[in-house]
């Protein structure tokens, strides 16, 4: 088993004086860089050349003490310099010069007063009506069923398929699944909603078995959804 002593490592005591003569001459190198020099001001001494007796009897003396008292003297000049009457400022007008104030004329009370007008039983209140034109039906052009093929039926669409005879109210919900053979005859007609008129599915059914496509031998079924729409008849 070993076992291991933090042993103190001892510090001479000249490294300690000898740092100590160290800090002290950096120090005294900085207050030497770094010294603070004041200005020496010299005083000038006023000598008067010439003395001026002010008296106060006199008036323009007077105006003279009274400036040297006042204390905003030097801020706001009492007489116009030279640059204010260099540069005029500009003339107000207002807006409202030469205008004249008049009163609007009163209103004169009518010598015949409106009287309130009575009605009675015969009196026509309403405003005559002009006569209705008598207006034909238009012809409501004759519409057809025609079946509404998807993107995968569109090449084999044929021009037979328009549905004659089959009065179908719910268009919106007619959707059938069919399945057509190679030979383009429609083998299959399974109605994918609940029919509310029974005679007229059976009629649809029937009428969706008789459409025929172009003949595709690639393909021997074909599943397909098939919806309506009504169209006008082409005459």
Known sequence: MLSFAWKIRERPTWHV??????????MGLFF???RITYPVVKQADAVPQHVLVLDPADPASLAIIHRAQDRSFGLVPAEP?????????????PIYAGAELN?????TAPETPQQPHFFSASTTV??????????LPKQVPQAVLKAVLPTELVHRASHHLEIQDVPITDIENAHFRIAINAFGQVTQALPLF???EPE???????AILGLRFKADAKTPVQWSTLTFEWTKAVR
């Open 103 to 107: 009163l609007l004329p009163m209103m």
């Open 17 to 26: 004086i000898w740092l100590t003569l160290l800090l002290g001459v950096f």
């Open 200 to 206: 007229v599915m059976d009629r649809l059914r029937k």
């Open 32 to 34: 030497v860089v770094f």
């Open 81 to 93: 310099s030279d640059a204010a009457q260099m540069v005029p400022l500009p003339t107000f007008t």
């Open 126 to 135: 309403l405003p005559k009506v002009p006569p209705r034109v008598p207006q």
């Open 194 to 196: 609940t029919p509310t």
